[in-house]
């Protein structure tokens, strides 16, 4: 009850007009900066900093929370529509959401994304008010094995479910995780495939990777094939979601929190865990897993409402403990520290005006992405018209400038065409883009994790495996990979009827269009069909 009459009165203070203004103003910007590939939120956060050097706290923070969720969705809409993510929350969307474009769905896409984003972002706030000193509590008590434990799952779901072979998700996973390996180890300042040049010894920005192995090597792929797509013309498609659509959508919408916010608040944990999971969830539950891969709606609404969520529950952690888990909410933090707040256990007592209208301006925030995102969901699908050399002459500019912001190296650049060069012979072979992505997030603190939880043990092997939490996620990634084995077992007993869907078939692969153009995971099945050589795994 408490917690209630302090959000009531944080209404009253970011309902006032001033801090509306605010609000709107955080949610266009986020979402204007949030469609440039590689300007994620935490960028947008961090320029616009000194311009708030003028602003209060309480209204400074409420524009901060319009640039986190309205960066998000718009990470989201370049995903959708041009296979270019934003931000690397938002690649999970790409998977699905791309392919639904490219079929003449985009706007319902979009729709889905942006009330996945307003359903995820709400129920993730209430259980921030509820659930705030709990889920704190718990995350305190995580520690090194639990942290290698959940990443392994995150490893072993998203090589799994992807492409048309598990070996593939694999090699396509060592990929990423030998790219993350750049830069100094750790631990020791050891130099690891930095090939002696000074500009490696910081590794590669996730960005930059995300940007090239999508974004320029979707351009390659499609220069490369501009002959079979010439003259194409894509479909806009109508404005609305129908009512097949919303019976497919409205338990992803409400699974999406469920997955999201807890790792939200995890310390080091972020909304690229939880969309990997979401869409593993959704192709295990839906009813219509043909259509993965081709475009369909339930993996793009479950990610969605899982970042969305996961983006109330880092507060949780920033807010009760003082602990950043994403970037943008490492640069909230200097913000606070800019300002002489000290977020930690004390904070809800010191600043209880701060915290409870920061905390209801994120209900205002999601009313306001709302409403000024879904009536523009046909407009920002309108891009698909624009011709093809146009279109990605502009996603190459684009992308360009996003990787030189990263770190205004020249030597960016370089990497970046070397992992475009990646991302087209990925492609041409058929591995999935996806294993990749997620083998360089999350590589590196998979390692850190490992050795810390081996420090702890003095090198045994059992402290990977000495708390119940990570003992449950073993046997959770035991039982995702028997499962096809279980599955074939079981059905040695059934009759086969001729031309019946056959084990392991490409059934579930590429989206079959005549375009020659890659999966929405980033895998091409023409891979296989124009590469007679190549061993079929």
Do not use: C
Not at 174 to 194: E, H, N
């Amino acid at each position: 009850m408490e917690s209630l009459t302090s959000l009531l009165d944080g209404f009253g203070t970011a309902l006032t007009p001033l801090n509306l203004l605010w609000a709107a103003v955080g949610v266009l910007l986020g979402t204007a900066i949030g469609v440039l590939p590689g300007i994620g939120p935490a960028m947008a956060v961090a320029l616009l900093l000194p311009v708030t050097y003028g602003l209060d706290p309480v209204g400074a923070f409420i524009m901060f929370a319009g640039i986190y969720y309205g960066g998000m969705f718009g990470g989201s809409t370049t995903s959708i529509l041009l296979n270019t993510p934003g931000e690397s929350a938002a690649v999970v969307t790409a998977i699905e959401g791309h392919p639904m474009a490219k079929s003449g769905r985009g706007s319902q896409a979009l729709a889905a994304a942006a009330i996945g984003h307003f359903a995820g972002g709400m129920i993730g706030t209430i259980l921030l008010v509820v659930l705030a000193p709990t889920v704190a509590a718990l995350a305190v008590d995580i520690g090194a094995p639990d942290y290698f434990a959940i990443m392994v799952l995150a490893f072993i779901a998203v090589t799994s479910v992807l492409g048309s072979s598990r070996v593939r998700g694999f090699a396509a996973l060592l990929i990423g995780l030998t790219i993350g390996l750049v830069g100094l180890d750790q631990m020791t300042g050891q130099q690891r495939l930095t090939f002696g040049s000074l500009q490696l010894s910081d590794g590669i920005d996730v960005v930059i990777v995300a940007v090239g192995l999508f974004a320029i090597g979707e351009a390659l792929w499609v220069a490369a094939h501009a002959h079979r797509s010439a003259g194409e013309s894509i479909p806009v498609g109508r404005p609305w979601l129908d009512r097949s659509d919303l019976r497919r959508t409205w338990k992803p919408w409400l699974r999406g929190p469920a997955i999201g916010f807890p790792f939200g608040a995890i310390p080091a944990g972020g909304a690229e865990i939880p969309t990997f999971l979401s869409y593993v969830t959704e192709k295990r539950f839906s009813r219509h897993k043909k259509e993965f891969g081709k475009g369909a709606i339930e993996g793009v609404a479950g990610p969605e409402s899982a970042s969305s969520a996961s983006a109330a529950g880092t507060l949780v952690s920033l807010l009760t403990l003082g602990l950043p888990t994403t970037a943008v909410a490492a640069v909230m933090l200097a913000a606070f520290q800019q300002y002489g707040i000290q977020p930690g256990p004390l904070l809800f007592e010191r600043e209880p005006d701060l915290v409870w209208g920061l905390i209801a301006s994120l209900f205002v925030g999601m009313v306001l992405l709302l409403v000024l995102n879904l009536p523009m969901a046909p407009v920002w699908a309108k891009l698909l018209r624009i011709p093809r050399p146009y279109l990605y002459a502009g996603i190459l500019f684009f992308a360009a400038v996003g990787a030189y912001a990263v770190g205004g190296e020249a030597i960016d650049m370089v990497i970046l065409l070397v992992i475009g060069v990646v991302g087209l012979m990925m492609r041409r072979f058929g591995l999935p883009v996806l294993p990749a992505i997620i083998g360089v997030i999350l590589g590196p603190n998979a390692e850190q994790q490992l050795r810390r939880a081996l420090q702890i043990s003095d090198g045994n092997v059992t402290g990977l495996v000495n708390t119940p939490f990570a003992v449950t996620v073993y046997v959770v990634i035991v039982l995702l990979l028997a499962w096809p084995w279980l599955r074939r077992l079981a059905g040695r007993g059934r009759p086969q009827w001729p031309g019946g869907p056959r084990e392991g078939g490409r059934g579930d692969g590429g989206d079959g269009g005549a375009d020659g153009a890659p999966d929405a995971d980033g895998s091409d099945d023409k891979g296989e069909t124009d590469d007679k050589e190549g061993a079929k795994v």
